[in-house]
């Protein structure tokens, strides 16, 4: 995980890297990132052009290019590492494309941690609404 901002109340956000990131935060939040994660890195992965032919060396730059493609995938997590809010982002956080944040389970992130949403969206640059960003409104 890569540090991103902190969050009011000794909240952080950590960009996730790794499958196996995306893995365990699944895991922990009870929902489905993983699967979201996993689509969006091939789709990346399967845009990438080589700068060369030659076949030793056609992978060169590929990792980098895969994690400016793709989209931000984001945890928020308190003092102590415990998960807390997973976002998903558009690529390098920019205002065109779709934002989806959801606690644990799918639930509704606002009412507990929209400070931390809000501080965010100051990072980026972007308005993180719940009527945009929130999909499973009940």
Not at 119 to 132: I, N
Request: some cysteine.
């Amino acid at each position: 995980m890569d540090y991103v901002c902190d969050a009011p109340k000794d909240r952080t956000w950590f960009r996730l890297l790794t499958e196996g990131e995306a893995v365990a935060e699944s895991l922990s939040m009870h929902h489905a990132v993983e699967k979201h994660y996993r689509r969006e890195r091939e789709r990346a992965a399967d845009s990438y052009q080589p700068a060369t032919t030659v076949f030793i060396e056609q992978d060169i730059g590929k990792e980098s290019y895969i994690q400016r493609t793709m989209p931000l995938f984001l945890t928020l997590r308190d003092q102590d590492g415990f998960a807390l809010v997973t976002a998903m982002l558009p690529p390098k956080g920019r205002p065109e494309g779709t934002a989806i944040i959801v606690g644990r389970g799918n639930a509704d992130p606002y009412p507990d941690h929209g400070d931390a949403i809000e501080a965010l969206g100051r990072h980026f640059g972007l308005t993180l609404d719940r009527a945009r960003c929130f999909p499973y409104r009940r």
